[in-house]
Every structure is written in structure tokens, then in C-alpha cells.
């Protein structure tokens, strides 16, 4: 029998910082290469929580999810007694020392501060929601909804209400993702909810027709859409909560709760501060293998960078997919393995009320600025057969390279059943594949799941007819 | 202004036999290249209707859909109005001499039969149900659902009602596509269904192991299954109406009605007749712009067969999607253009009750008989992320290579939103992706639409993770 002592004397030590996505599937990855008398590791988590769905908190604030606990995919105790992880919540990494491979850590509980050595370490850091300079933004009653405490804070505020006469006024401010998804929940719990943002359409990555298509959507809601417009101040009342948000056409929209949905940016204070290059996004750069350019570190998920597909350039696009894999690769490599990440697309999908959105690819703008002459194509059509029960709208544009037809970018504005659709083309588009070859490949037909040719089919075909019309005789975007 | 009579002496004439997907696909792709003064063009159907739906006539049966001319995409008036196209129906082609370019049409409602001659011709004769030689088969009371007359019939039966008490009995021989649907139909119309297949599971273009699944799902509805048996007789009664099925293990089943859902062959008595030849699997061959070996005669849809784009071998494989783009194929090269179809994965989708089947590419059989050594995965996943109300339970199973990866096939058993997904992986194959490849794709993920890894992404990961297991060691089918 091995001595304890001994082993402590030659095995190596991962150190990963964040306990979400990235962090614990790099730990778990690893992990599963070497066993713990191998590989020690130690995760640093500054919250009370690991691997938690952070795409669910709308859900839960919405009461559509009605546990906290529903969301965590794996608790810290379960780390440690399945996995040998030594995971430390509410403990927050304040330095790394990449040249005596350190850590300083505080535990948040106890106020105490120790080093703890790597031998690896994985920053997983995240991102963090963007909070521009705006007054009042730190009144009571302004929420980010990023982290489960975030959530908790926003219910909490839900469960006080809002006005006297109960239920409640909501400005959110931001029509990303979040802001749509968080719109929602609001609305669904009762409250009357506005949405503020400053481009004359939502979901910006998205191109502006299929925006506008979204727009329409809203009308249908009771969300109310305040857009070519940006919140100017969040105005506080005499108890210091806040009680309207002012905008820059002048628009005064009185509110108990203002919800921040302007996006993330990478969190990247330590390693910045520690040395470790950043890219030209802002974000930390990494390699195939997730390796920062320091010795020794390794960085994954929302505070890295990565390459585009299609660009082959780096982009800073915050996604659990991403983040998961990312992890993944990181865990790979450090225990031993071999494991690469291809990269993204962008594809992301989300849904506000009965209006299903998704996106994959470079919209039109992003393909112009990467120097492609694109034609695109969109199709309005219905999910199932016209004449099957139960169809909804579906609109579906296509992106493609003039010439070549290669399809660049996808998006996809519908009712029930539209969205997961984009990874059909998220697949194709990885594929390098033209709108011809797309058009003619072998996909599924049922009257209960599509027209009998399915609108991303039709879409590719109508992208085809244009994309050897010369540019000067039209053919653009429609 | 040019005299009719001269240019009826120029132009040329296309004639096409049959008015379904493929006929007025190739018909309407022609016109779209050539106008009338240049094209003059005829196509016959047999029966009173154009393109109409075979795969909505279950629906139509089970009052899903209400209205029989729902079913009809295009008229036989729309073709000649909008397309000047001369539908000419209830016309059925009796021969076909390929030396003098001529067809003989005999009119079913007049009797008379006259000659047409034509420059080209479409052989779009479609499939026929198979009809096995069983006592009792022409009895009243047993209908194909092959057409909107077969889904006329069968409405009109259960109309009058099966049994003194109301309600009624049918068997269903054959667990295939339109059995299960129609089995789905009968069921929702109140009537009591058992379904007769002599394989032991339904759905033999599935592996048997997620034909298991089907059966499982199928035990949570009305529908019974009579599985490893077949029909032996047809029992009619004194009046030559259905009484009961009865099966070869000696079950007697009391029915007052009987579907054939035996599956289909290639209508090619005619083709054939006229010295046309038909490649290895019965169905007429043609080349990759759809022409047959004989000049001037082209062939598309459910008579022809296709190569696999896996196995590059023929196959006879009847389905609309691929008869749509056959038809469009052949009416292009024949208009002037140039197309080719690309080949077929066998890529299909259909839905019994709650149960959404869908397959594509190889199963593990035909893989192993194409000549493949094969590893494959299946993974029990959710519809949804976990927590997420509305979840159903979808089960995908990817087959691959041995030693590449390369993906071969796919199949998903599961319940609402499952189906769909089977583009994905259609996609992937027939792009020739490693399951790892495929793994590493960026696709979308929100809560409402899918777990965080989507029940196809696992299913890759863990097909992959044999892929370069000895045979030896395992690694087979699970």
C-alpha cells in the first residue's frame, strides 16, 4: 500500500478557476484521463454553486422552472464524492503568479487569504454583464440576470411586487437574448414590461429584416417595444429605488424594476492582470488546445476568444455550448489526451412568447466585413403542411457567397418549431456546403413536421437562383 | 403576329405519364425554361386529381385534416391556366412505342384511345401497394391508402360504421409507414386497431433494437400489435365482406375493415412493356439527369431507383421528397438546362399518436451488408434541457464506421420534437462527418429547444468513443 505522503510528493495539480461550465468540464475531462492518485484537482469557485444553467434563470424568474435546485446540473458535493474534485465554493481567486505557479485565494466566508500551487491551471473566469455609465444604475431594483443569485434577487423583487396596486412596471433595458427571454418571464408573472434598446431592432444578431420580423412578433405580446431608443438615466426615487427609466428621445417610463440586458463581456481582470495575453476582442487568447500563451495555463469558455469558422477569424461569442466543449478540450489535453476545438458559428436559438428565433453563421453585415459579396434569400412558410393542425409562420433566410453559393449565415424567425431547425443549417454551413448542394440533399418529410419541401429547403433553392446574377442586375438581400 | 399553324410545326412536345410529384414537378421545370411556343406540353394521370399529398391521406382518413381538396397542392386547372400545361386526366397511357415516339391513350371516361406523339417523354408512373396473394384480399372491406380514391373508400367505410354496436374493428397488415399512420387515423376515429407485421418489431428500415421502442411506445396507445405473425387469410363473410383476419401462429382477428400497408413497388408494367430498361432493384434506371437508356424518355419518382450517396449502389426508395426533386431534375435537362440529382440517404420521418419515428442513411444491417464494420451508440435523452416543462423522452442512436468514424446512419425514436433532429444528422452524413466531427459542430442550444448537449451531439460523442475499439473488445451495437 502506497503512502498517502508519498503520492502527494509526485502527483501534479490542476487548478481551475470558475466552477461553471468550462471550469468543471475541464476538472471532469481530466479527470476522467487520470485518476486522483495521478492528477490532483482543486476548483475555485467564487459563488455557492457549480455547473449551473445559467440559459435557465429567465425560466425560473418566469416560474415556468420552479425549483432554484433544477438548474444545477451538479452540485459541489457530488464533484467531490463522484469525481475526487476538490471544489471550493465562495472562494475567489484575487491573483495568479504564473512564474512560481501560484494562486492567492480568499475564501469569502472566512475572510482568511492562502496560495495554493499548480502544477495546471484552467482560468475559467466567464464573462461578465456589460453596466454602462449610466445614472442611477446602481439603485435598488436594477438586476442583471446572470448569475443564480441574480435570479434569486429578481424574484424576490417579483414576489415584493412593484406599484401599490400590486403586479408591477419592468424596463429592460437590452433586446439581446437576455432582455427578450427576461421580457418575457416578466410578462408571464404579470408585470407590464417595456423593452429599451438603441437599434431599431432586436436581437442584433440578427440582420435587420429578420429583426423587424421579431418586432412584429412582440406586437402580438404584451411586451411593448421602445427601440431606436437607449435608456438615459435610471431615475431613483428619494429611498434610492428605482422608480422610471429616462431615454434619450425623452421618453420618461416609470418602473419598480429595471432589468440590465446589454449582453456580457469577457471577465478577464486576473488574468490580465497576471499577465496572460488577451486577443483582440478583449478576450484571453487561446490555441486549438484551449493553452493560453503562458506556460501552464489554460483557459476556457466565456473569457476566451475563438476562431470563426468561416472567417477563420477570432470572435468573442459567450455560449454554454461553446463553453462546455472548450472545457472539455482543456480537460482532454491536460490529462494526457489529445482533443482540439474546430471553433464556432455563432448558432444560437431562443424564444420570446410564442416567437422562436435562432441564428447561425455570419449575418449579411458580418459577411460584407469579412469581404464576401453575399446574395441571400428569405422564405415565408409554415412549420407543417398548410393543411396539417397545429402550423405556425415560419420565416428562414439564407446567407450565401456570390458565385461560389456558399452558404454563409442562417436565420430564422417562426412560431412552435421553427428554431431548432437552424442546426440543420448550422450543420450544412460547416460543411462548407453551397445552397445547390444543400438544396439537393436527402432531409425528412412528414405533413406533421414540414411542408413537403421543408422552408429551409426552399430558401436554399431561392439563395440559388440569385447567386449567379451578376451584382449589378440585383439579387441582393431581400 | 405568327400564325399558331407554323409554330405548332416547330415546337417541340413533352408528354408526361402520370400527374403526380415527379410528372408536374418535371413538367412545371420545364415550363419555367421554355414557353409555350417553344414547349408544348401534355401530361395524362389516370385519376380525376394533380399532385395532391399521398402522405396526408392518413390524415385525411382521421378527420385530421378536414377537407379532401386540402390534400391537392395544384389543380389539373391551375397547370393549364397558370402554366399552360394540358392536364389531361382520367387519361390513362396503355403503351408506349419508343421507335415512332408515340403514346396510346385510352380516356376513361369516354372509352375512346388515340395516339399522341412526343419528342420527350416522363415516365412518372409512381409505385403500386403491394398486394400479396391472400385468401380473401379482394373481399369488400380491405383498402390500400395509396391514393385520394383509397382514402375516399376507407373514409366511406368508416363512415357506415363497422360493427352493429357502432365503432368497429379493422386490422392493419404491415407495421410500416402508412400502417402505423393509419393505424393512427382508425384509432382516433374511435375504432379498435390491431396491427399484423411478421417482423418482430415495426418499422424494418429501423435497426430492431429502436424498433423495440416503437413497440413500447405503441403499448401507451389504443393500437394493438400482433408482432412475428402475418396474415394467413383474409376471412370474408357469406356477403364477401371482411369478418376477420387470420394469422399464420392462429390468431383469428374480427375486423369489419382491413388496411394493406405492405409498403410499395415501382408501377413499371408499363416502362417495362415499352422495352425500357429497369436496373437491378425492379425500378426503371436512369442516369443522374434522370434519363432512362432509351432516347428521348426520361423517368422520375417512384418508378425509378437512385443511387445511395453512402453505398453508391441502387436503391428503390419511394418518397415525395425525392419524386419533387427527380421530377424538377428531369424537367430542367429537358427544358434546356442542366440538373442532377444528387442521390437519396433514405431520409424519412413519420409520427404514431405521441411516437415520432425518424431514420436516415444506413441501418446497422445494410451498413454491415454495404460491407462496413460498424460500432454504434444510442443515448436516452430529453427533448428539452431537464428541467424544462413539456420535456418528452427521445432516444437517438448514430452508426458509424469502425476505425474512421465516419457517420453511416441514424435513427431517433422519441416523442414531441423529436423527429425533426433527423435533418441534422442527414446533413452530417451526407457530408461524409466523423462522429467526432459532428460532436465538435457548433449547434444552438436554448432551455426550451434542448438538453445543453442535445440528445444527437451525445449520441455522436458516445458513437465515438468506440469508433477505434477493437472488434474485440466490444464495442458492437448497444
Known sequence: MRARQQIEGTRRRLVVIGGDAAGMSAASAARRLQGPFELEIIAFERGPDTSYS???IPYWIGDIVGERDALIARTPAEFRERQHIDVRTRSLVTAVDTASRQVQVKDLDTGQAYPERYDELVIA??????????????????FSVHTL?????????????????????????????????????LAGRGWSVTIVDQSPTPMTTLDPDMGARVVAGIEDTPIALALDDAAREIVLDAAGHVSAVATKSGRVLPAELVILGLGVRPAVALAEAAGIALGPTGAIAVDRRMRTRTEGVWAAGDCVESLHVITNRPVHIALGTHANKQGRVAGDNIGGGYSAFAGVLGTAATK?????????????QEAIEAGFDVVSASVDSTTRAGYFPGNTPICVKIIAERGTGRMLGGQIVGGAQSAKRIDILAIAIWNDMTALEFFSADQSYAPPFSPVWDPVVIAARKTHDLVHQDATRGGGPD
Open 125 to 142: 473566469t466567464g464573462s461578465e454583464p456589460v453596466r454602462p455609465p449610466l445614472p442611477g444604475i446602481d439603485g435598488d431594483g436594477v
Open 54 to 56: 445559467a440559459c435557465g
Open 149 to 185: 443569485a441574480d435570479g434569486a434577487a429578481v424574484r424576490a423583487a417579483l414576489d415584493a411586487g412593484g406599484s401599490p396596486a400590486g403586479g408591477g412596471r419592468a424596463v429592460v433595458i437590452g433586446a439581446g437574448y437576455v432582455g427578450l427571454e427576461t421580457a418575457e418571464a
Open 352 to 364: 420570446v412568447c410564442q416567437i422562436e428565433i435562432a441564428r447561425t453563421g455570419l449575418s449579411t
